[in-house]
């Protein structure tokens, strides 16, 4: 390794604003099987399809309806 860098010419990372955050969620056993399934449908990793599946509700604003 270097002793030094030079960072002056750097660019900034484009993609940093839409890093995710890892986090920790208790789900229902329903649910996780449900996008399990569906991962080895479509061959796309449950946890990216629970991603997926939450930010269209945010983007179609969608709310819970309680009856």
């Known amino acids: 390794m270097k002793k030094e ?3 002056k010419s750097a660019e900034k990372n ?3 604003r839409i890093l995710k ?3 920790t969620i ?3 056993e329903e649910v996780l099987s449900y996008f399990k399934e569906m991962s080895d449908k479509t061959g796309i ?3 990216n399809l ?3 599946y939450l930010l269209d509700c945010v983007k179609n604003k ?3 309806k309680f009856d």
């Open 62 to 64: 969608r709310t819970i």
């Open 14 to 16: 484009p993609y940093a």
């Open 50 to 52: 629970i991603n997926l």
């Open 45 to 47: 990793p449950y946890q």
């Open 26 to 28: 208790n789900l229902n």
């Open 5 to 7: 860098y030079n960072f």
């Open 21 to 23: 955050r890892q986090i």
